[in-house]
């Protein structure tokens, strides 16, 4: 069994960064992809960010390209969401990801509200 736990969320005001950590049960290592995905209020879960096995490609929605930055840490087991120059709209609950086909897990979620 995979446990992902994140942390990091709370309020920030418009402009302002927050850094989202997740950590793994297991070696981040043998995971095909992790991602970050958001669930705002109403709306349909939607992927943030993904990295591949390795770390060798990341890819961002295009709502958070230029503003949102993906990273690992293999030694610790955990990945990371620098979210810089926050918006209203990037208000949602935040989901860390990990994926070994064809099995997905997900974390329980951090919320991340963005509001003056």
């Known amino acids: 069994q995979v446990q992902l736990v994140e942390s990091g969320g709370g309020l920030v005001q418009p402009g302002g960064s927050l850094r989202l950590s997740c950590a793994a049960s297991?070696?981040?290592?043998?995971?095909?992809?992790m991602g970050w995905y958001r669930q705002a209020p109403g709306k349909q879960r939607e992927l943030v960010a993904a990295?591949?096995?390795?770390?060798?490609?990341?890819n961002y929605a295009d709502s958070v390209k230029g503003r949102f930055t993906m990273s690992r840490d293999s030694a610790k087991n955990m990945v990371y969401l620098q979210m810089n120059s926050l918006k209203p709209e990037d208000t949602a609950v935040y989901y860390c990801?990990?994926?070994?086909?064809?099995?997905?897990?997900w974390g329980q979620g951090t919320q991340v509200t963005v509001s003056s």
């Open positions: 297991r070696s981040i290592g043998s995971f095909n992809v």
């Open positions: 990295i591949s096995s390795g770390g060798g490609t990341t």
């Open positions: 990801n990990a994926q070994i086909t064809p099995i997905t897990y």
